[in-house]
Every structure is written in C-alpha cells, then in structure tokens.
C-alpha cells in the first residue's frame, strides 16, 4: 500500500463548478497534512496545511480532514481555467523515517 | 519576503561526473528537505536538514548526499551521476521541519547525458 494515494486524473471541471480532490494516507500517526499545486514546469506551491479533523477554508478552497478514515480531500468552488494544474497531496508520515511523502498528483482540468 | 532559492536552474552533465546543487532558504526558516520528481516516480524524499544536521533520509543511493551550513543554506552533491538520476531537484524550507508548511524553491533541472 502506497503511504499517500490519489486518483492521478485526469480529472475535467467546467468553469464555475466545484472541483473535489481526494487522498488516502497509511500511516494512522500522521498529523500533518498539506495540499500543493502544481503548474507544469513549476515547483509546488503550497495551497493549505491542515492538522485537526474537519473543514479549513481559504477563499474558493477547502481542506477536509476525516483521521478515522485516513482521507483528505480539497474542495475547490468556482473553478476558474487558471485553476488548471496538479494537484498534490502529502501527508507527514513519523512510521519510520520521518518525512513528507507526496501522492503521485490529481491532474485537474477545468473546462471554459 | 524572499523566497527559496535554488542554483543553478538548469544542469547538463555527463554520465559518471558529479555534481552539487544549492539551496538557500526562506530567512527564519532552519529546516531544508530535498526532493526528487521525475514523471515516473513523482516527488520523492531524498533528506531533510536541521541546524546543520541531516535529521532524515529517503531510499537513495549512498551516491547522493547533502549538507547544511550554520546559516541553514544546504547543498546536496550526486556522485558517479547515471542516466536515472535525470530528474526535477527540488528543495523545502521549513522553519522546524516537515511537519511544518514547507516551501519549494523553483528547483534545478538536472539532464544527465
């Protein structure tokens, strides 16, 4: 099983619509997690940390936090074309050597 | 603010060289973690840095290393380089470690020929 999972897409939202992006992670001690996006030939850039179980909200994005369940999603309202990009789950795993571990990325599309 | 800062942006080197990139961090920030990211493999923990120790390491080869100075700027060398090793580096600042928000620099584009 992989530490971190997500669906790797692609994934196509018209403009204007909710786009919801979804993560699974193994390690049931993690307490961390962060959600980035990805531009293609870009380095991540860091949208929303998260720690506690629950919803953040940040302008158009959410993070959700369910720790029973070892899943974190991002919500993204209005989706506008410039939100079109990888999406990036990582979760801080402390099994073993302590580090960030990423998924492999949910390519999202929004469609004008 | 400045942000994370990587040199050099793009590298092309010969099968069997070495090489070494360079980090300087957000200023404040003590923690520098390295990354690699290719298509196949996506980002992948290569080490973390903390007050000038290496605190944690990926499953790399022996062949990569790093380095963190006491003004937390960090240097990660690859050795005996392969053609695998064409890759994205990236690296994170953090101000005490991963469990932290971290943020990426632009990273060095690495082409092993």
């Known amino acids: 099983q992989k530490e971190v999972e997500q669906n790797s897409g692609p994934l196509s939202v018209p403009e204007g619509a909710i786009a919801s992006l979804n993560c699974t992670y193994s390690d049931r001690g993690s307490q961390s997690f962060f959600w980035y996006r990805q531009y293609s030939g870009k380095s991540p850039e860091l949208i929303m940390s998260?720690?506690?179980?629950g919803d953040k909200e940040d302008g158009r994005f959410t993070a959700q936090l369910n720790k029973a369940s070892q899943y974190v999603s991002l919500l993204i309202r209005d989706s506008q074309p410039s939100d079109s990009a990888t999406y990036l789950c990582?979760?801080?795993?402390?099994?073993?050597?302590?580090?960030?571990?990423f998924g492999q990325g949910t390519r999202l599309t929004i469609n004008p | 603010k400045a942000g994370v800062t990587q040199t050099p942006r793009y590298l092309i080197k010969t099968r069997g060289q070495q090489v070494t990139l360079s980090c300087s961090p957000i200023s404040g920030h003590r923690s520098v973690s390295w990354y690699q990211q290719t298509p196949g493999q996506g980002l992948q923990f290569l080490f973390e840095?903390?007050?000038?120790?290496?605190?944690n390491k990926g499953n790399f080869p022996g062949r990569f290393s790093g380095r963190q100075f006491s003004n937390s700027r960090s240097e990660m060398n690859v050795s005996t380089l392969e053609l695998g090793d064409s890759a994205l580096y990236l690296c994170?600042?953090?101000?005490?470690?991963?469990?932290?928000?971290?943020?990426f620099g632009q990273g060095t584009r690495l082409t092993v020929v």
């Open positions: 840095y903390f007050s000038e120790t290496q605190r």
């Open positions: 990582a979760a801080y795993i402390i099994q073993g050597a302590q580090k960030l571990v």
């Open positions: 994170a600042s953090s101000l005490t470690g991963g469990d932290t928000e971290a943020f």
């Open positions: 998260i720690y506690s179980n």
